[in-house]
């Protein structure tokens, strides 16, 4: 792609010229709803949501609808704003679905690849000013994906009513806990968003951050409390999809909600100019790379040590949960 070609990708995307009505809700990218989009033209604010249980974790299918879902909300000329949220509200995303890395099909796992990269060209080159609502966990690409939208807020956490066990969600890049390292181009969004001494540190100790921390070292913009508000916005209502409905006054999604609206009131070509300014040049770096980031990603996830390694985390994951 030479980089006119590409400028007017990013800029423009893959616009095209279909509308939706007000209120309207979009179809679901799949027709499995591993992820829900809905829009409100009358606010230029979009809302995309992950459903995909029990852990948002990224197949290819669900990379797949992620962009689908991009761009079929880019395709609406009146949306400016796309909110990415999920219908877990204690799992953001748990990154990738590590399934598909243990015993690999040889000709799935580098379409599995191009599918995450995929995901990364669309999010972070996006014409939409994206809001990350972190309600919960996102380790890894889950980090990545919040990493890759313009604005950031996380929950800061609450307290089981039951239990009284405390939820504190975390988010950061941990791959070198799992003995496998972040691709080239996500490490450098870590890099690009706390800075470099800060990244260096969290991706070879591969820390996860808990909110607070988070937001001391730039990794997210806000957090909120989880007390619910008394009264909020009444256009998040109509974005709310039906598995989130009862969400309407969760400070996190009206947090997200108001900054989605500060964007969206800006000029979209003025907003998008200047997204383009720090965000261009580092999706050019990495389409050029593209082949040999896959080559790279394939032939490290196939050794012998690292699919022993991955089959023995997916093994206690498993049994982690099954013991709850
Ligand atoms: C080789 C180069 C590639 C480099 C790039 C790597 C990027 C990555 O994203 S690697 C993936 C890294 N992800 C993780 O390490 C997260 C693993 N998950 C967790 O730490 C926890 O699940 C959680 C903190 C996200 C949530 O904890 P919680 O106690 O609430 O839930 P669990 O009981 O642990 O899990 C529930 C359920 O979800 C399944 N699951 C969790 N994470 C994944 C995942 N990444 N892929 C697939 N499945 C996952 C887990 O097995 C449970 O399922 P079952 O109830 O069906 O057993």
Request: glycine share 0%.
């Given at each position: 792609m030479n980089s006119l070609r590409a400028r007017a990708h990013l800029l423009f995307g893959r616009r095209s010229h279909q509308s939706l009505a007000p209120h309207q809700h979009l179809s679901p990218a799949v027709a499995n709803d591993l992820v829900i989009s809905t829009v409100d033209e009358n606010s230029g604010i979009a809302m995309l949501t992950m459903n995909r249980p029990p852990a948002n974790s990224l197949s290819m299918e669900m990379n797949e609808a992620i962009c689908d879902s991009i761009k079929t909300i880019e395709?609406?000329?009146?949306?400016?704003s796309v909110i990415l949220s999920s219908t877990n509200p204690k799992i953001f995303s748990a990154g990738l679905d590590v399934t598909e890395l243990v015993s690999p099909d040889k000709d799935r796992l580098p379409r599995f690849w191009n599918s995450l990269q995929q995901v990364y060209i669309d999010l972070y080159g996006s014409r939409l000013a994206t809001v990350a609502a972190i309600q919960g966990h996102a380790p890894a690409a889950g980090c990545f994906l919040a990493m890759a939208c313009d604005y950031r807020v996380m929950s800061a956490g609450d307290i089981?009513?039951?239990?009284k066990k405390k939820h504190v969600p975390t988010i950061g890049l941990n791959e070198t806990q799992l003995g496998i390292a972040a691709p080239p181009w996500m490490g450098q969004l870590l890099v690009r968003t706390v800075g470099f001494r800060q990244a260096e540190l969290a991706l070879a100790l591969g820390t996860l951050f808990p909110p607070e921390q988070a937001l001391a070292v730039g990794l997210v913009d806000d957090i909120v409390p989880h007390q619910k508000a008394e009264s909020g916005e009444d256009q998040l209502i109509d974005l709310l999809p039906s598995q989130i409905k009862d969400q309407a006054l969760n400070p996190l999604l009206q947090r997200a909600y108001s900054q989605a609206r500060i964007y969206a009131k800006i000029p979209p070509q003025a907003r998008v100019a200047s997204k383009m300014v720090t965000r261009e040049e580092h999706i050019f770096r990495m389409i050029a790379k593209r082949d040999e980031d896959t080559q790279h990603f394939c032939g490290f996830v196939t050794q012998k040590a690292v699919q022993k390694n991955l089959s023995a985390y997916v093994e206690a994951l498993k049994n982690k949960s099954a013991k709850k």
């Open positions: 395709a609406n000329a009146k949306i400016q089981n009513s039951d239990t």
